[in-house]
């Protein structure tokens, strides 16, 4: 019954290769996240989905690219791996985006995929 | 740019002493607030939020912060900790009716027993 799970918890891969982490959250929410969490523990949003739609969208190399079949699921997928993409990736949800959006924005967090390239 | 500052960076207490993490953001207008904790090799979990009312909040194992907008301020303290709270602490803001969360750089405490 775990609220916002993602896969896999590791991924050890080289460089150059092409993978994907999955995020499900069974909490109905409409609101999905990634964040990158660096060597330093700093944490970084990567991008937001509402109800399947780009959201924000910072300033991330196309090497990564969201993708929301629906609103339950934000996958993320990364070409082309480099060195510095070594990091935790954390999946989060929010009820923010339904039609009372004031005072739901607190995130839950998944429990994290360590992304090891080498 | 909205900006959240923690400015301890590694606090190192003995088990009983008190507690308090400090954290300003720049943003001026209506914020939300929060404060999350990341035991090691754990995802973060929210401790506490405030999104409007007293603004002293009490949250989950013995933490409060108290939001004083004057200073821009969301301070969380503890009065005595353990040494289970050994952890990261991650304070987080967002403005008022809006999902982008930004984050401090955290602030690693060491409790020794």
């Known amino acids: 019954d775990t609220a916002v799970s993602q896969t896999p918890k590791y991924l050890v891969t080289q460089m150059g290769n092409d993978k994907s982490i999955k995020c499900e959250q069974n909490l109905g929410h409409d609101t999905m996240y990634w964040y990158k969490q660096d060597s330093k523990k700093f944490l970084k949003i990567m991008f937001s989905?509402?109800?399947?739609?780009?959201?924000i969208n910072e300033t991330v190399p196309n090497r990564f690219s969201p993708k929301s079949p629906d609103k339950a699921h934000l996958n993320l997928h990364i070409n082309s791996l480099e060195l510095g993409d070594s990091a935790v990736y954390f999946c989060?949800?929010?009820?923010?985006?339904?039609?009372?959006?004031?005072?739901?924005?607190?995130?839950?967090f998944g429990p994290g995929t360590r992304l090891l390239v080498l | 740019a909205q900006s959240v500052s923690q400015h301890n960076h590694h606090v190192i207490l003995s088990e009983a002493a008190s507690l308090e993490l400090g954290c300003n953001y720049s943003y001026g207008g209506t914020v939300n607030l929060f404060w999350y904790v990341q035991y090691p090799g754990q995802h973060l979990q929210l401790l506490l939020k405030?999104?409007?009312?007293?603004?002293l909040v009490k949250g989950i194992k013995g933490f409060e912060a108290e939001f004083i907008k004057s200073k821009f301020s969301f301070n969380l303290r503890k009065p005595s900790v353990q040494w289970s709270d050994t952890a990261e602490y991650f304070c987080?803001?967002?403005?008022?009716?809006?999902?982008?969360?930004?984050f401090g750089a955290g602030t690693r405490l060491t409790v020794k027993p």
């Open positions: 405030y999104f409007s009312g007293d603004p």
């Open positions: 987080a803001v967002t403005r008022y009716n809006n999902n982008d969360m930004r």
């Open positions: 989905y509402n109800n399947k739609e780009l959201i």
């Open positions: 989060a949800s929010s009820p923010w985006g339904t039609s009372d959006s004031v005072g739901q924005e607190t995130q839950y």
